[in-house]
Every structure is written in C-alpha cells, then in structure tokens.
C-alpha cells in the first residue's frame, strides 16, 4: 500500500508522523524548503533546516523501526502528477495552495484514486478534513497566502494533523470515508 502525502508543511508532515504504525510506504511529496521559522509548527528538527521537506521528513522517519517511505523533492506540475501520484492507493492533500489543490483533485477524479483533503481557514478558527468529493478549496486572498506559519495556530493544526491520521488509518484498514471539521472545542464527524 502506498500513502502519497502531497505537502509535508504543518499539517501534512503531523499527520504523516502519526501514521507511521501503518504497513504501507508513506511517500512525501514536496518542493519547499525547512525554514526555522517552520520548526514551531512543523515536524522538523534544527538540522533539517535548509532541507527539502519531503527529504527532511523522510531523513527523520529513518530514526523510526521498519518505517517505508519515499520523497520527492519537487513541486506538483501537470507534468509530473502522474508519475508521482499514479501509485498511489491513497493521495492526501495538505498543500497551502488552490492551484495546487485543484490539480491534485482534478488528477484524482480522472484516475480514480482515492483523495483526501486536510486544509486549515485562512483565519486559523477552523480546519477540514474532507474527501474529494466534498471539497472546495476556498479561493486566495493572496496567492500563497500563509496560514501555518509560525505557531500561532499550533493546537488547531495539532488536533487537524490527528484528525487527518485518524481518518486515512480508517481509510487504509476498514475503508471508512468520515468527513470532519475541527476547531478548539469540538472535532465533529
């Protein structure tokens, strides 16, 4: 089984950590850099700065015991979605951007590969874990706008990367599809 996680920021590296008890390769896609200003709210350590992502992430997991994974370093084109996600017998998003998101939805839907969605409101009160057939990424104020720097959303993001987890484990061992939306004080399936 092959889990392709399509952005490893906040949200996507979290949530590939907490499944890593999975038999299966989890495999990282993504072209940023580790910034230290990544550290607060990101699954990365000082030495991973000035790393790709998913290269970073794949150098922490050999830390771990009988952990498969892969890593790509780059960025999800039209060109290369194929190669990089045909694979795939789960495709999570947890890409920062619409772009993006709609190339990886579109690719899915024309594959029929199983998509799942992990995005967090550019206000950070909330956050969604949706399949693909339920989701909409919401437009940009600004292209790329940040909204998982630093650690001002820090819980938020911890209890959205556990949500995600906890759905592609569903996913992957009973083939359960639950949509859910978090804040502070509720996580609602």
Not at 110 to 120: D, N, S, T
């Amino acid at each position: 089984m092959r889990i392709v996680f399509c952005g490893v920021g906040a949200i996507g590296s979290t949530a590939a950590v907490l499944c890593r008890n999975l038999e299966a390769t989890l495999v990282f896609v993504d072209f940023d850099r580790v910034e230290s200003k990544n550290l607060l709210a990101q699954a990365y350590v000082k030495p991973s700065v000035g790393k790709n992502k998913a290269e970073a992430l794949k150098l922490q997991f050999l830390n771990l015991h009988g952990v498969k994974t892969e890593a790509h370093g780059v960025r999800i084109t039209r060109d290369n979605v194929e190669a990089l996600c045909g694979g795939a017998d789960l495709l999570v998003d947890c890409m920062d951007n619409r772009d993006s998101r709609l190339l990886l939805s579109d690719f899915a839907r024309r594959a029929g590969k199983p998509l799942v969605h992990g995005a967090v409101s550019g206000d950070g009160t909330f956050g969604l874990v949706r399949w693909d057939e339920h989701f909409v990424p919401d437009a940009e104020d600004t292209p790329g706008q940040a909204t998982c720097e630093g650690g001002a959303h820090l819980p938020l993001l911890g209890l959205l990367a556990a949500t995600l987890a906890r759905t592609v484990q569903d996913f992957m061992k009973h083939g359960t599809r639950r949509d859910s939306i978090v804040n502070l004080s509720t996580v609602m399936s």
